[in-house]
């Protein structure tokens, strides 16, 4: 069946460092990828997505480019800040079923 | 953007009293809704997906008989919990999506806290 498989942290940075949250996946078929935020006390946002193989999906300084090569789907950003810290979730979308990875925890530090 | 509300946000039951979940897309109609369980510092776990006017399909190992769900319009769908347990008590999230195919994004409702006392 379909799956992701995400790093799962918790993961701790400084202020202006680099991120890079690794994702993978499995899945019959075309899946289209999501990432997802979920800041403390609300519900889940998207915050990028890809349909197609080599799309990326860029929003708020975040990046992820569609892998099919090594079903890849790894969210970077090239300098956090602390309004990033929340629980990260990598998805993917079949026409009936959607799955997500267990969730990072990214906390920015001043 | 789409605006998914879920009511109650908060309930608290007693042991073997049923539960209603509400989920509705507030500014678009979905043709797919989608019920997903939170454990405490673990990811969603989707239950079933429903749409609008069928029978929900069930995920492997949850109880279709436990969790009703019924998607009677393109605006609302619900979850009863029945005879609810303690082992019941959760983080219950709805999704839902306005297109047909896997391309468009599910917008999520801010959850439901279930306490079973």
């Known amino acids: 069946g379909n799956s992701v498989t995400q790093m799962e942290g918790p993961v701790t940075l400084s202020e202006e460092a680099f991120l890079t949250i690794n994702c993978t996946y499995t899945a019959t078929g075309y899946p289209s990828l999501f990432w997802y935020v979920q800041y403390p006390g609300e519900g889940l946002q998207l915050l990028l997505k890809?349909?197609?193989?080599?799309d990326k999906g860029s929003n708020k300084g975040f990046e992820a480019t569609y892998r099919k090569e090594t079903t890849s789907f790894h969210l970077e950003k090239g300098s956090v800040q602390v309004s990033d810290s929340a629980v990260y979730f990598c998805a993917l979308s079949t026409n009936n079923d959607m799955r997500f990875g267990a969730g990072t925890r990214l906390t920015v530090k001043p | 953007g789409a605006v998914v509300s879920q009511h109650p946000s908060r309930v608290i039951c007693k042991s073997g009293t049923s539960v209603k979940i509400e989920c509705r897309s507030l500014d678009f109609q979905a043709t797919t809704m989608f019920w997903y369980r939170q454990f405490p510092k673990k990811s969603l776990m989707l239950m079933a997906t429903?749409?609008?006017?069928?029978?929900?399909?069930?995920e492997q190992g949850v109880e279709k008989d436990k969790f009703l769900i019924n998607h009677a319009s393109l605006t609302l769908s619900t979850l009863t919990v029945t005879s609810a347990h303690p082992e019941d008590s959760s983080f219950y999230i709805c999704?839902?999506?306005?297109?047909?195919?896997?391309?468009?994004?599910?917008?999520f409702g801010p959850g439901t806290r279930l306490t079973v006392t």
């Open positions: 999704s839902a999506r306005y297109g047909g195919t896997a391309h468009y994004e599910q917008y």
């Open positions: 890809a349909t197609k193989a080599d």
């Open positions: 429903s749409n609008e006017g069928s029978k929900a399909t069930y």
